[in-house]
Nanobody, 135 residues
Framework: QVQLAESGGGAVQAGGSLRLSCAASGRTINNYAMAWFRQARGKEREFVGAVSWSGHRTYYADSVKGRFTISRDSTLSTSLNKMYLQMDSLKFEDTAVYYC????????????????????????WGQGTQVTVSS
């Protein structure tokens, strides 16, 4: 089992910044891509961005490109890993519950943003953290 726990959400004014964290524990996530999704009230869960197992490759939704940055700490340990989502220039429409997730497939260098944008690509999810942006 893999346990994922998000933190860092909160309320911020438009134009502000927040940094979300996702702590992973349990079975290794070292060979798997990780991702952030979000779900606004009354809407479907949508892809925000993903990061390769090494942290060297990132993928972003067009709506956040240039404003959000994903990174991860990967250690040789099979347990604790962390992933981050730095959110700058926040907009009212960024208001949502943000989830981190682990890809169910071992890292594939041929995957594109479209592959990582699929909810079905992920088998472990955190409980989510609320981000509220006021205009």
């Amino acid at each position: 089992q893999v346990q994922l726990a998000e933190s860092g959400g909160g309320a911020v004014q438009a134009g502000g910044s927040l940094r979300l964290s996702c702590a992973a524990s349990g079975r290794t996530i070292n060979n798997y891509a990780m991702a952030w999704f979000r779900q606004a009230r009354g809407k479907e869960r949508e892809f925000v961005g993903a990061v390769s197992w090494s942290g060297h490759r990132t993928y972003y939704a067009d709506s956040v490109k240039g404003r959000f940055t994903i990174s991860r700490d990967s250690t040789l340990s099979t347990s604790l890993n962390k992933m981050y989502l730095q959110m700058d220039s926040l907009k009212f429409e960024d208001t949502a519950v943000y989830y981190c997730a682990r890809s169910k497939n071992v890292w594939n260098p041929n995957y594109t943003t479209a592959n990582y944008a699929e909810v079905s690509e992920y088998d472990y999810w955190g409980q989510g953290t609320q981000v509220t942006v006021s205009s």
